[in-house]
């Protein structure tokens, strides 16, 4: 099973900053869009953002804040996070969507993902 594999969370104070990566040696990222979901505990998983052929989305809650990219040479799909809220407390997850030509799909488009990485946002 492809699994992509998610880093650079961590634990930072509001206000702060920090960039995820995402990548995985199975698939070319070209040929695929990618997304960002995101799940705190009790609550159900939720979208970030995503970038495609089309263009790219995000949730209401962190449009200005955050900007998703991809790097081609690197095969690698980063999550810049500024600004950084408590409620942006959650496991991150990152997923490989097969229509590459748009991202604007339910979760159960999205085929391959990660184990997560934690971001913890403390006040």
């Known amino acids: 099973q492809v699994r992509m594999v998610e880093s650079g969370g961590g634990l930072v104070q509001v206000g702060g900053s920090l960039r995820l990566s995402c990548t995985t040696p199975?698939?070319?990222?070209?040929?695929?869009?990618m997304g960002w979901f995101r799940q705190a505990p009790g609550k159900e998983r939720e979208d970030v953002a995503c970038i495609s052929i089309a263009g790219t989305n995000y949730a209401d809650s962190v449009k200005g804040r955050f900007t998703i990219s991809k790097d081609n040479a690197r095969n690698t799909l980063y999550l810049q996070m500024n600004s950084l809220k408590p409620e942006d407390t959650a496991m991150y997850f990152c997923a490989a969507d097969p229509f590459v030509n748009y991202c604007g799909g339910p979760p159960s488009a999205y085929k391959h993902w990660g184990q997560g990485t934690q971001v913890t946002v403390s006040s």
């Open positions: 199975e698939l070319d990222l070209s040929d695929f869009a």
